[in-house]
């Protein structure tokens, strides 16, 4: 066990640790949250009440939760009794949503098994589930007490689970950590390789990130917002395309979006754009999608990161700047359309 860093999320403790596999179950969970795929990473004891869902982004609903909720009450979980999650965001996001509303807020931990969740959606308290297609529309701020991490398992990570994180590392890189992008554009066969030495360097460098403007804001007032970069244009195809398009894929070519919608409004430079642009399509990523530009602004709309009724739109005007702009609807349909 190695604590990689110890937060206070509004008021609510937690940490990130690094565990070996064998030790990754808290002993004393009461309830264990995974779905068909990622069950058979974590050993448990036989007779631990579980609740295996259905996996990916059409089974993160309510009626998930619901089943989490259920089986809490018929198996007398008390307010201080550990539900355990263990998946990829889907998984850690509606685990933590459950536990947020079990007697209004038991003990959650949470074990994310995938790059994304690891370096983004398990930490900092954001839980959820979507409404129909529309992303993450109901939900709660309620950290884990604790995020225990072990970069064994990602070994065995489907190829497009692995760069669904790393489009997200590639955010979080942009975002606040020069060092990192760096390690990305130098080391790109052996982040793509899966390298142990430089995933562990990845994900600690990604948890810091997040960690500090977490702590700043929890309820996204102001710098955490950083943190949805490409998120805004991304979720709108996600949500068009019926998840055709996965998380990671749909966030980089929001971020490209993004860097367009910058560049056009004088904030970033196009050579620096023109940079990153390539190191993502180095990394495989798309940046151009056939969806329907009109359907991917009406999606817009539904975006939940709305003040006073107007979308805020997050763009990048160089590495380690980020500005939040509201944007006039005919302006983004010709970025869409770009």
Same mark, same amino acid.
């Given at each position: 066990?190695?604590?990689?860093? !110890?937060?206070?999320?509004?008021?609510?403790?937690?940490?990130?640790?690094?565990?070996?596999?064998?030790?990754?179950?808290?002993?004393?969970?009461?309830?264990?949250?995974?779905?068909?795929?990622?069950?058979?990473? #974590?050993?448990?004891?036989?007779?631990?009440?579980?609740?295996?869902?259905?996996?990916?982004?059409?089974?993160?609903?309510?009626?998930?939760?619901?089943?989490?909720?259920?089986? @809490?009450? =018929?198996?007398?979980? @008390?307010?201080?009794?550990?539900?355990?999650?263990?998946?990829?965001?889907?998984?850690?996001?509606?685990?933590?949503?459950?536990? !947020?509303?079990?007697?209004?807020?038991?003990?959650?931990?949470?074990?994310?098994?995938?790059?994304?969740?690891?370096?983004?959606?398990?930490?900092?308290?954001?839980?959820?589930?979507?409404?129909?297609?529309?992303?993450?529309?109901?939900?709660?701020?309620?950290?884990?007490?604790?995020?225990?991490?072990?970069?064994? +398992?990602?070994?065995?990570?489907?190829?497009?689970?692995?760069?669904?994180?790393?489009?997200?590392?590639? =955010?979080?890189?942009?975002?606040?950590?020069?060092?990192?992008?760096?390690?990305? =554009?130098?080391?790109?066969?052996?982040?793509?390789?899966?390298?142990?030495?430089?995933?562990?360097?990845? #994900?600690?460098?990604?948890?810091?990130?997040?960690?500090?403007?977490?702590?700043?804001?929890?309820?996204?007032?102001?710098?955490?917002?950083?943190?949805?970069?490409?998120?805004?244009?991304?979720?709108?195809?996600?949500?068009?395309?019926?998840?055709?398009?996965?998380?990671?894929?749909?966030?980089?070519?929001?971020?490209?979006?993004?860097?367009?919608?910058?560049?056009?409004?004088?904030?970033?430079?196009?050579?620096?754009?023109?940079?990153? =642009?390539?190191?993502?399509?180095?990394?495989?990523?798309?940046?151009?999608?056939?969806?329907?530009?009109?359907? +991917?602004?009406?999606?817009?709309?539904?975006?939940?990161?709305?003040?006073?009724?107007?979308?805020?739109? +997050?763009?990048?005007?160089?590495?380690?700047?980020?500005?939040?702009?509201?944007?006039?609807?005919?302006?983004?349909?010709?970025?869409?359309?770009?």
């Amino acid at each position: 066990m190695e604590i990689i860093k !110890s937060f206070t999320f509004g008021g609510f403790p937690s940490r990130a640790v690094l565990y070996d596999k064998q030790d990754l179950l808290p002993e004393d969970t009461a309830l264990f949250v995974a779905d068909s795929h990622t069950k058979s990473l #974590i050993s448990r004891p036989e007779g631990l009440a579980e609740v295996i869902l259905t996996p990916g982004e059409e089974g993160k609903q309510w009626d998930a939760v619901d089943k989490i909720l259920k089986l @809490a009450m =018929k198996e007398g979980l @008390a307010r201080d009794s550990v539900i355990c999650g263990a998946g990829g965001g889907v998984v850690t996001d509606m685990t933590a949503f459950a536990g !947020s509303l079990y007697m209004r807020g038991c003990r959650v931990i949470l074990i994310p098994t995938s790059l994304l969740a690891m370096v983004d959606a398990a930490l900092g308290g954001k839980t959820g589930i979507d409404a129909g297609v529309y992303k993450n529309m109901i939900g709660s701020f309620y950290p884990a007490e604790e995020v225990r991490i072990c970069p064994e +398992i990602l070994g065995d990570l489907p190829e497009k689970e692995y760069r669904n994180g790393l489009g997200e590392v590639l =955010k979080t890189a942009i975002i606040g950590d020069a060092a990192l992008l760096n390690l990305i =554009k130098e080391r790109r066969e052996s982040v793509l390789a899966r390298d142990p030495e430089v995933l562990a360097q990845i #994900i600690r460098r990604c948890i810091l990130v997040k960690g500090a403007l977490v702590e700043e804001d929890l309820r996204e007032k102001g710098r955490r917002a950083f943190l949805n970069l490409g998120h805004t244009f991304g979720h709108a195809l996600e949500a068009v395309s019926e998840f055709r398009w996965s998380h990671g894929a749909g966030v980089v070519w929001g971020m490209g979006k993004a860097l367009e919608a910058s560049v056009r409004l004088g904030l970033a430079k196009p050579a620096w754009a023109d940079e990153m =642009k390539q190191l993502f399509l180095d990394y495989g990523y798309e940046l151009e999608a056939p969806e329907d530009p009109v359907g +991917i602004l009406e999606a817009m709309k539904m975006d939940k990161k709305k003040q006073r009724g107007k979308l805020r739109y +997050i763009l990048p005007a160089g590495p380690q700047d980020i500005r939040i702009e509201f944007l006039d609807p005919d302006f983004v349909l010709e970025v869409l359309k770009a």
